[in-house]
């Protein structure tokens, strides 16, 4: 009797299985965000700001020389740049059971006002 509810079992399985694994990979999403915008006008304060910056930081400190980089890269943008609003583009890069394990930016915009 169990052996005749084998067949039924596969294909409730199989179907799950096929259903819940529709994959999003490749699909696109767009939205607009606030966020600083920064341009190639501002490239030469941002790097001296960058190289000031990694002057500045305590190079006998625990924290390795390429962790400061981006710290400094970080506060240049935000220091320089002017928030703008921009439209961002992403792309699913990988799906599990229907949803994206994480989105890539794809594109990035400046809206025009």
């Known amino acids: 009797?169990?052996?005749?509810?084998?067949?039924?079992?596969?294909?409730?399985?199989?179907?799950?299985?096929?259903?819940?694994?529709?994959?999003?990979?490749?699909?696109?999403?767009?939205?607009?965000?606030?966020?600083?915008?920064?341009?190639?006008?501002?490239a030469d304060k941002r790097s001296d700001f960058i190289l000031q910056c990694l002057k500045n930081a305590n190079p006998e400190s625990d924290e390795e020389p390429e962790d400061w980089i981006r710290q400094c890269q970080t506060m240049a943008e935000q220091t320089i740049c002017p928030i703008r609003q921009v439209e961002i583009t992403e792309e699913c890069r990988r799906s599990t059971f229907g949803s994206c394990d994480y989105w890539r930016e794809f594109n990035r915009e400046l809206v025009a006002n």
Request: glycine share 8%; charged share 20%; net charge neutral.
């Open 1 to 42: 009797m169990e052996w005749k509810k084998a067949p039924l079992l596969a294909v409730c399985l199989s179907a799950l299985l096929v259903g819940g694994c529709s994959s999003q990979e490749g699909e696109m999403r767009s939205f607009t965000k606030n966020t600083t915008h920064c341009d190639l006008t501002s």
